[in-house]
């Protein structure tokens, strides 16, 4: 089993630009989370779902979109990126027992 | 809302010596506590956890994690460190009926040899 998967893992991106990160898991898991990793902050939540069709904002949801449409994937959308996005981001997923699964990562520079 | 806080960002221990990774906590009912450990360049990996029942949990590659109710903390723990352990570490609480969780700013953890 892959477990929890991120592509991209890196990505260089100019202001203004836009892109899809893609989070795929095959551990059947019913909710799946967006995170953001920045030096000293810890991570923050973005968006989270917690079933297919389903999606909802978390602590920093501005200048982010996502999209549940299959279970097994959860996409994060930055559709006019900002320097200020500049960071790590990290996508979870949560087994009936509360442990959440992380993927590898997806490092974005927005120059 | 809940919140957790890692009173140090850097602990140096000795290998061979015990170590602790020190967490308080804020919630509001009953708390569900975790602690991950995240590696170079890494996703972050589940090391253990306290919904309910003894105060003392034991979790992964050694380390163990105590539960205070008085103290509103939940310290991670291990006897003996090892090189190996040096890793950022984070104290994370459950946040809502999503199991959306509230993470600590880490505590980077370099053990020496």
Redesign the interface.
Known sequence: NAGVTQTPKFRVLKTGQSMTLLCAQDMNHEYMYWYRQDPGMGLRLIHYSVGEGTTAKGEVPDGYNVSRLKKQNFLLGLESAAPSQTSVYFCATCAFTYEQYFGPGTRLTVT | AQSVAQPE?QVNVAEGNPLTVKCTYSVSGNP?L?W?VQYP??????LL?Y?TGDNLVKGSYGFEAEFNKSQTSFHLKKPSALVSDSALY?CAV??GS?????????TQLTVLP
């Open positions: 960002d569900y975790f991950y360049n890494r996703g972050l990996q589940f956890k919904i984070f459950r946040e999503a199991r959306q969780l509230t993470f600590g700013s880490g």
